[in-house]
């Protein structure tokens, strides 16, 4: 192959390269983010199920605490109107 040729693609190849670190590490919605909200919810999920509270046992990534039930149900689109397991029933 030519000398300009691969010089071509080496370039194109790093800015392929430095977009996806971008979109994996600094992006504010990027691929980690999402893919790690995923897992968590799934895992409070069935943390839930089995023991019949409230609490999350893994934060949202983006959330300030991960007892903070509320901002977590908010941020998944869940209603505001979640209660913390430590109620009077």
């Not at 080496?10 to 990027?30: E, K, S």
């Not at 919810?41 to 990534?61: C, I």
Request: aromatic content about 8%; hydrophobic content about 45%; overall charge negative.
């Amino acid at each position: 192959m030519n000398a300009t040729i691969k010089k071509v693609f080496v370039i194109i190849g790093i800015l392929v390269l430095a977009l996806l670190i971008w979109q994996l590490f600094f992006n504010d919605n990027g691929i980690i983010v999402t893919s790690y909200n995923a897992v968590a919810s799934s895992v409070n999920n069935k943390f839930k199920a089995v023991t019949g509270g409230d609490n999350a046992l893994l934060p949202y990534w983006g959330t300030m605490n991960s007892g903070d039930v509320t901002s977590d149900a908010k941020q998944n689109g869940q209603s505001d109107t979640v209660t913390r397991g430590d109620s009077a029933d």
